[in-house]
């Protein structure tokens, strides 16, 4: 009986042979699983190094500044100044802190800074997230909380949001441990009711509690396919110490709890004279707190462990119709491209740019409901050109007009 690795005879210095299960006639003693074992796990260690060497220096030399990436999103965000800064400060310093040496001797260790960004539906929040995708080196996904539920329940298992990263990341656990995740509507986990549950909050406050160990930073073990875990299905162990989160929400309704907040009278002597009073329901947005975010339904512990919060501001009229025009991914240039590749000049005629501005701010849709407000304008348009022989084309405020009335919007507005 002979080692089949490196050869010797079974005698007193071998202490053990391994039989593999596959094949009875073959024999390894353990002084050479021993060294395949150290082969295996040097190799692993100096395949990390190399990785993290060639992703420092990658990073040194084209890491875009808190400016780059902010100028990078106004290319295609309108507005939204403030929200731009703290998601180019939060994605700059997570570079950096990637970059930090493992062995620093200062003992000073950065922390992630986690983000969420409160504003109203239609005002840019995942159009920010994707757009910050186009900029990165790392990998990047947007994952929707309200397909999330507690472990035992019908929908996904909270570890499954990392498996798009994984796939972001083409299952390279390393790279995907950079990565950056972006949480969408965070507001649909809220708590339930004020008070903690005594009972199951299937996708509320348990959720929650299940994303804590996400977010603060932990070694989870991942189903590589999403969905629920199964006891005998493989699993990827993931650490998302390094990896960012920025959560996204609407939060409809938290603007009374801002005010109440503000505007509540304290009886007594002492009262504070800096309290504000706005007249404007939607200027409170910009004084959100964390004790709002409670307020509404989110625990402390989650609170805690998303410290930069910013908002975003309702679209004005002006930078309504700026959306339609000026962005590299305007809807009007998405349109007069399509219309380009049948040989067609498509053209807008100002008055019809602005009436579809008014009807978004009449329904209250936000930037999203630009678009579909000028499909049902263009849906004719675009079926019968492509048959016809029409070089230009220009899109009227009396052809629009006629279009919207007849999509019947005006029934669906009075409806809902």
């Known amino acids: 009986m002979n080692c089949a690795w490196c050869g010797r005879p079974g005698d007193y210095t071998v202490h053990r042979y391994v039989v593999p299960s596959h094949d009875e006639k073959t024999y390894i003693c353990t002084d050479c699983i021993e060294q395949i074992h150290d082969m295996l796990v040097d190799e692993a260690a100096d395949r990390k190094l190399k990785a993290a060497d060639d992703f420092s220096q990658q990073m040194a030399k084209g890491t875009p500044k808190p400016h780059e990436i902010k100028a990078f999103l106004d290319q295609y965000v309108i507005g939204q100044d403030q929200a731009k800064k703290f998601l180019s400060v939060a994605v ?81 656990v390393d790279k995907a441990q950079r ?145 339609l025009t000026e962005p590299k991914n305007a809807i009007t240039r998405q349109y007069i491209k399509l219309f380009a590749m049948d040989h067609v000049k498509l053209s807008f005629d100002p008055d019809m740019l602005n009436f579809v501005v008014d009807k978004a701010i009449e329904y209250k849709l936000g930037a999203r409901g630009l678009r579909a407000i000028v499909e049902a304008i263009m849906v004719d348009a675009m079926y019968d050109i492509p048959s016809n022989n029409v070089s230009e084309f220009t899109v009227s405020l009396d ?16 409806g809902s």
């Open 92 to 172: 700059y310093n997570h570079y950096k802190r990637l970059m930090q040496p493992a062995d620093a001797k200062d003992d000073v260790d950065i922390e992630k800074s986690n983000i969420i960004i409160v504003g109203p539906t239609g005002t840019g929040k995942t159009l920010l997230a994707k757009t910050i995708a186009r900029l990165l080196d790392v990998p990047f996904t947007i994952v929707d909380a309200t397909v999330l539920t507690q472990a035992g329940y019908v929908g996904e298992d909270i570890e499954s949001l990392l498996t798009r990263l994984l796939q972001a990341a083409d299952y390279d």
């Open 399 to 414: 052809y629009a007009r006629e279009k919207f009335e007849n999509a019947h919007f005006n029934a669906a507005a009075v």
């Open 179 to 323: 990565g950056i995740v972006f949480i969408d509507e965070i507001d649909k986990i809220a708590r339930k009711g004020d008070n903690p549950s005594i009972t199951r909050d299937v996708s509320g406050e348990g959720v929650q509690q299940g994303l804590l160990k996400l977010l603060e930073g932990s070694i989870v073990n991942v189903p590589p396919q999403g969905g629920r875990k199964h006891p005998e299905a493989r699993m990827i162990p993931v650490d998302t110490k390094n990896i960012l989160f920025i959560c996204g929400g609407a939060f409809e309704g938290i603007e009374s709890k801002i005010a109440h907040r503000m505007n509540s009278h304290v009886v007594g002597f002492n009262t504070d004279s800096s309290r504000v009073s706005l007249s404007d329901k939607q200027d409170y947005l910009r004084y959100v707190a964390p004790q709002d975010l409670r307020s509404y339904g989110l625990i402390p512990e989650i609170i805690g462990r998303l410290p930069i919060i910013t908002h975003l501001e309702p679209l004005s009229r002006d930078a309504l119709l700026q959306v």
